[in-house]
């Protein structure tokens, strides 16, 4: 069988969303790069996106570029298959991505819809676990020119979540960088080591509408961890949350929950906790504003504090 072309429209999908959003973000930069306009790129908001809407923009021709580029991250996973009759005709001056917040079964109607395209792909990101999740520790922290004494303690002392690991070696690459010693004791100091308890207090003041306490709350926790870092986390905790909530409102108990997740059983509680107190739109709403923030910080168009602060009060 001959392998099949370059993927020019991607849809990534899985439970690792840290890895959907380091290869989304690798995509994009390779295919905007021959752009010569900003005409070339479209970001389509996934939270009212349908099929329509994609369809007509997958068939604009481009105007100055050599291509089209566009991008429709943050699907959620009960609107995704809603989508694929748009994908019936895809022209080669269009480069789509897609991505989606969680895992697609095998017969989903996008992951088919995309599949059946010539230079078509569908990815599923997976958690890492055992091995593997040691193995990029390590090599992220050798990206990072940091010991392997280094990587190995954080490994240990950090939950395993790629957005932890990777954020723990970036703060301790910086402290390194500006001249800092990263002795064992100074490197367990610095660890955050994960404080779980700290996002599921944020998350109970934030849902299902913002507190006093929720920014209480937050002041307390920016002035230990950069604000990114905080987004990302919480993040990560939402996306669990709105999943729960599917399989609440598909009559699955807790029990249930906890057993078919990776997640430990105390975390699925506090997230199935919660999920009872708010809905599906207000924690999609959530996760789509996170996501902004994220973009509006990497591009210099906010300040990383404030932005996150704007950020969580749309939840």
Known sequence: MPPRATPRVLLLHGEEAFLIAEESRRTLAAWTEPLVSDFGYEALDPGGLTAERLRDAVLQAPFLDPHRVIAARGIATRRADGLAPALNE???STWLLLTVSGKLPAA???VKA???????QAREMSPLKGRALTDWGHQRARDLELPPAVAAAVVRASPPDLGILDSELRKLAAYRAGGGELDLDTVAELLAGGRQEEIFKLTDHLLPRPTAQA?????QLLQREQPTVLAYRLSRHLALVLEVKTRQERGESLSSIQGSMREHSFVVQKAYDAARSTDAARLEAGLRALLDYEWEVKS???DAELGLQVALARI
């Open 114 to 120: 995309v599949n059946a395209l010539a230079a078509g």
């Open 108 to 110: 989903s109607k996008l």
């Open 300 to 302: 210099g168009q906010v």
């Open 90 to 92: 895809v022209p080669d």
């Open 215 to 219: 920014w209480r709350t937050l002041d």
